[in-house]
């Protein structure tokens, strides 16, 4: 099978032209983007918000976890007898909106509840340190708690994104783009080669976008949060007078 998946992704025919794996790449891409700007537009701010507050978080959160019991497909399906009726529209519009619901369904409940893990596990001496320096709420939020919470949040993000880029692939189902076409049409025509290159490039992507995510959280997170400090050598006193000691004068 190794050899077959290698056949189909290395035969020029499959990379070019309107079912060419970049158009389907781009496709799935721009799926995942938007569920996940508008989940993050959704779930980051009430994050911040339920963890700085403490009010209503267990029941917000709790309502966020149920949408992981969620079956996507059949989900994605009732929304589209819902909704596709009422879109005045032939193009892919029509199944577009529905499916992206699902998607920013998916992607809520992890960002939601590791920004207000992350928010409300802030050791208190440091929002009474912001306190005591006259720092307001807000301030607060955004100068103390924000930066300490940024590892759980870009966790949410990670996990999110994965879980996105792994079931936008049933996209497809409803006659969109995507990577899902080389599953669906692979299952339809009984062309294994296709349906195991179409899942190789949907687990290829995710480790790809995963590995860009881990790459920009290096560098966001403050290194005082991380533990990543440079290694310093220790000098003993006894040495260093030594070393002073023994060099020339001049």
């Known amino acids: 099978m190794i050899s077959d998946i290698w056949t189909w992704l290395s035969t020029a025919e499959h990379w070019h032209g309107p079912d060419g794996v970049p158009i389907h790449l781009k496709e799935h891409l721009q799926y995942s983007l938007i569920a996940l700007l508008i989940a993050a537009a959704i779930a980051l701010p009430l994050g911040l918000l339920i963890g700085h507050?403490?009010?209503?978080?267990?029941?917000?959160?709790?309502?966020?976890?149920?949408?992981?019991?969620?079956p996507t497909v059949g989900l994605l399906t009732f929304f589209v007898?819902?909704?596709?009726?009422?879109?005045?529209?032939?193009?892919?519009?029509?199944?577009?909106?529905?499916?992206?619901?699902?998607?920013?369904?998916?992607?809520?409940?992890s960002m939601l509840t590791n920004t207000y893990a992350g928010v409300s596990a802030v050791d208190p001496?440091?929002?009474?340190a912001?306190?005591?320096?006259?720092?307001?709420?807000?301030?607060?939020?955004?100068?103390?708690?924000?930066?300490?919470a940024l590892p759980l949040i870009f966790s949410g993000i990670r996990s999110s994104?994965?879980?996105?880029?792994?079931?936008?692939?049933i996209t497809?189902?409803?006659?969109?783009?995507?990577?899902?076409?080389?599953?669906?049409?692979?299952?339809?025509q009984q062309d294994y080669p296709q349906m195991a290159s179409g899942g190789a490039l949907v687990a290829a992507l995710a480790l790809l976008i995963d590995m860009g995510l881990a790459l920009i959280q290096r560098y966001t997170v403050s290194r005082g949060i991380t533990g990543r400090y440079s290694r310093q050598r220790i000098v003993d006193p006894a040495e260093q007078k030594a070393v002073i000691a023994a060099a020339p004068l001049t």
């Open 125 to 128: 001496a440091a929002r009474d």
């Open 172 to 188: 497809a189902y409803v006659s969109l783009g995507g990577l899902g076409r080389y599953l669906i049409d692979g299952l339809a």
């Open 130 to 148: 912001a306190r005591g320096m006259g720092m307001r709420g807000s301030q607060t939020l955004w100068q103390v708690e924000l930066p300490n």
């Open 81 to 109: 007898i819902l909704i596709a009726p009422h879109i005045h529209s032939t193009g892919a519009a029509t199944y577009l909106i529905p499916s992206e619901i699902v998607l920013v369904l998916l992607a809520i409940p």
């Open 53 to 70: 507050t403490g009010r209503g978080g267990f029941v917000v959160v709790a309502i966020a976890n149920s949408f992981r019991a969620l």
């Open 161 to 169: 994104f994965l879980q996105v880029i792994a079931t936008a692939t």
